[in-house]
Nanobody, 122 residues
Framework: QLQASGGGLVQAGDSLRLSCAAS????????MGWFRQSPGKEREFVTA????????YYADSVKGRFTISRDNAKNTVYLQMNSLKPEDTAVYYC?????????????????WGQGTLVTVSS
């Protein structure tokens, strides 16, 4: 029901935009988040956005470089990633939270996409 796309191989300093398209449900009332997981590491919070889009939250590691946005008419959430670094390399997952309030914890989300791989070379 959540389909993430847009990953790929880029060089350090490049940009990518990830998309997360929701189907089967109306996710416009759900808070949405992006998490990432690198090999050997736990899944970590990247960013989240409230159901209305008026509140956003970012991990310190991506603040100022990444921007989350959403288009509820299209049931889609976006993650614009600029100034990418090798340490941003990970599988990126989008997630939806029924309550509508944002969470920084993976366990706080109810639906997950399949993940899209982002690889940043130095």
């Amino acid at each position: 029901q959540l389909q993430a796309s847009g990953g790929g191989l880029v060089q350090a300093g490049d940009s990518l935009r990830l998309s997360c398209a929701a189907s089967g449900r109306t996710f416009s009332s759900y808070a949405m988040g992006w998490f990432r997981q690198s090999p050997g590491k736990e899944r970590e919070f990247v960013t989240a956005i409230s159901w209305s889009g008026d509140r956003t939250y970012y991990a310190d590691s991506v603040k100022g470089r990444f921007t989350i946005s959403r288009d509820n008419a299209k049931n889609t959430v976006y993650l614009q990633m600029n100034s990418l670094k090798p340490e941003d390399t990970a599988v990126y997952y989008c997630a939806a939270r029924i309550s509508g309030g944002s969470s920084f914890i993976a366990g706080g989300y109810d639906y997950w996409g399949q993940g899209t791989l982002v690889t940043v070379s130095s």
